[in-house]
């Protein structure tokens, strides 16, 4: 079975279109994670959730937006896309926001042209 | 100054060589610390834990110097599927979320153990 599933693993899209991107854990964490992998394969944190909740919102623009309808599951959505959104997208989930280790997902590669 | 600093590399050794990899980090109110590994077009699984005291998991041995605010990876005998790139991960508490914690990512070190 798989811990986090992320959902679609590749995503190709034109630039203006608004793209979902899909993420479940099935290993009862509480806290879920969206980071982005640039093409300098770079890993930076863009939001947390822990139990449904928004602690984390780091500088991206307002045109992501996470979505957590309960614990398990954590979707971002993406308006507008533009050239500079293509990338890895990483969902991951840990069992709190203290000091655990950190599951991922295998990626969703965005690509927007 | 970034706030997880490692060497990109890349390091090509041979198969049995021993390879060190180094990490900084700038947020002395860190409390826990990690090194994951990346293979290409995967996702980042856990290597290790890094504790105060270092800790060692088969060929693998980690350090941490919290005065330096240092941390080091060993790789002794390097084996082919030892390619990759590893990460080292700084668990700190972001000026921007209050007392929410967040695991600090590296830029990466690769690695390629050649034949």
């Known amino acids: 079975d798989t811990a986090v599933s992320q959902t679609p693993k590749y995503l190709v899209t034109q630039m203006g279109n608004d793209k979902s991107i899909k993420c479940e854990q099935n290993?009862?964490?509480?806290?879920m994670y969206w980071y982005k992998q640039d093409s300098k394969k770079f890993l930076k944190i863009m939001f947390s959730?822990?139990?449904?909740?928004?602690?984390i919102n780091e500088t991206v623009p307002n045109r992501f937006s996470p979505k957590s309808p309960d614990k398990a599951h954590l979707n971002l959505h993406i308006n507008s896309l533009e050239l500079g959104d293509s990338a890895v997208y990483f969902c991951?989930?840990?069992?709190?926001?203290?000091?655990?280790?950190?599951?991922f997902g295998q990626g969703t590669r965005l690509t927007v042209v | 100054r970034k706030e997880v600093e490692q060497d990109p590399g890349p390091f090509n050794v041979p198969e049995g060589a021993t390879v060190a990899f180094n990490c900084t980090y700038s947020?002395?109110?860190?409390?826990?610390f990690f090194w994951y590994r990346q293979d290409c077009r995967k996702e980042p699984k856990l290597l290790m834990s890094?504790?105060?005291s270092g800790n060692e998991d088969g060929r693998f041995t980690a350090q941490l110097n919290r005065a330096s605010q240092y941390i080091s990876l060993l790789i002794r005998d390097s084996k082919l599927s030892d390619s990759a790139t590893y990460l080292c991960?700084?668990?700190?508490?972001?000026?921007?979320?209050?007392?929410?914690?967040?695991?600090?990512f590296g830029s990466g070190t690769q690695l390629t153990v050649l034949p």
């Open positions: 991960v700084v668990n700190t508490i972001p000026i921007s979320s209050g007392s929410a914690r967040q695991l600090t």
């Open positions: 991951a989930s840990s069992q709190d926001r203290l000091n655990t280790e950190a599951f």
């Open positions: 959730y822990n139990n449904k909740e928004l602690i």
């Open positions: 947020n002395s109110a860190s409390q826990s």
């Open positions: 890094v504790y105060s």
């Open positions: 290993l009862g964490h509480d806290t």
